[in-house]
């Protein structure tokens, strides 16, 4: 049977996208940052394993895909959805985000291109969302 990888990625592959990530964006960080998972759901659900205390509120722009609450539920989180339809191109904004922040508000799970309906927030409103989310949003 061969050796079972770290749980956390081959170190090999860490320091590949560390430096990936370094080349193409210019941003800046270690191997040791890095975390290898067997997809985007399965790094959900440990982010917010790991960031969530029980009663830490998420706010999740819908529609979603189906299974975004349910790792937030499992991490003892509430979710919050933030509604979006077809008058704002599905498509969330900053201050309908702010009109849900709370004082137990803790992190904001923000998709762009959005599943399922393959809305795409422009990169201004990108930039303010993250703007917002690192200001305000997170405690």
Known sequence: MPPVPPAGGLPELGAA?????????????????????????????EAFATLLDPGDEVIVPAPYRTTCPEPIRLAGGVSVPVIADETTGYRVTVERLEAARAGNTRMLLFVSPSNPTGAVHGRAEV??????AAGTACG
């Open 127 to 132: 930039e303010a969302i993250g703007r917002w």
């Open 17 to 45: 996208i560390a430096e990936r990530t370094r080349r193409d964006s210019g941003y800046e960080i270690e191997a040791s940052q890095v975390l290898v998972t067997n997809g985007g759901q399965q790094a959900v659900h």
